[in-house]
T-cell receptor
Framework: DGGITQSPKYLFRKEGQNVTLSCEQNLNHDAMYWYRQDPGQGLRLIYYSQIVNDFQKGDIAEGYSVSREKKESFPLTVTSAQKNPTAFYLC???????????FGQGTRLTVV | GENVEQHPSTLSVQEGDSAVIKCTYSDSASNYFPWYKQELGKGPQLIIDIRSNVGEKKDQRIAVTLNKTAKHFSLHITETQPEDSAVYFCAASKPGNTPLVFGKGTRLSVIA
């Protein structure tokens, strides 16, 4: 089945640690996105990539980093510089302009 | 950049009644307006979308209307059912494969 897969579903991080969230798609989509969701805040854009080996910062990129070495994969690293990382993280992809974005099932990150 | 405002933040309706959620956008260049439904602990899923060359689109109990002059668009759900209870997000994007910008969401509760 074609789709977009995020892992893990739940992730716990100790303060001061970096963690990496995985996002893989087999839809052959060029564009991929990371959003952060907090209660009452909607979906806020962290980073996006329109093509392999290229990515741009979104509205809340501080404390996060990404890579896009393969078309299928767009991992997100939450670094120790992110002061409030506890949130629900959503990855999405779309084939192009004016088309549906497909979302993964999300990763819930909790700092312990 | 684009800004999307969504109202109301919460909405309760009796089963069988209609529900209306409204969004406004700021950038007149935006030309794609999707609506997503998110169930608890899951990623958002597209329920309907509309492009700027169309004023209205309907899919069974769901319809979306777009007023480009006023820069607002609305989701209409008729004959609501308990399974319609979820969080609904509107979004907008501009040409050029730019990311979707989301509203803050509406929590719809359908009371049986």
């Amino acid at each position: 089945d074609g789709g977009i897969t995020q892992s893990p579903k739940y992730l716990f991080r100790k303060e001061g640690q970096n963690v990496t969230l995985s996002c893989e798609q087999n839809l052959n989509h060029d564009a991929m996105y990371w959003y952060r969701q907090d209660p009452g805040q909607g979906l806020r854009l962290i980073y996006y990539s329109q093509i392999v080996n290229d990515f741009q910062k979104g509205d809340i990129a501080e404390g996060y980093s990404v890579s896009r070495e393969k078309k299928e994969s767009f991992p997100l690293t939450v670094t120790s510089a992110q002061k409030n990382p506890t949130a629900f993280y959503l990855c999405a992809s779309r084939i192009g302009d004016g088309t549906e974005a497909f979302f993964g099932q999300g990763t819930r990150l909790t700092v312990v | 950049g684009e800004n999307v405002e969504q109202h109301p933040s919460t909405l309760s309706v009796q089963e069988g009644d209609s529900a209306v959620i409204k969004c406004t956008y700021s950038d007149s260049a935006s030309n794609y307006f999707p609506w997503y439904k998110q169930e608890l602990g899951k990623g958002p899923q597209l329920i309907i979308d509309i492009r700027s060359n169309v004023g209205e689109k309907k899919d069974q109990r769901i319809a979306v209307t777009l007023n480009k002059t006023a820069k607002h668009f609305s989701l209409h759900i008729t004959e609501t059912q308990p399974e319609d209870s979820a969080v609904y997000f509107c979004a907008a994007s501009k040409p050029g494969n730019t990311p979707l910008v989301f509203g803050k969401g509406t929590r719809l509760s359908v009371i049986a």
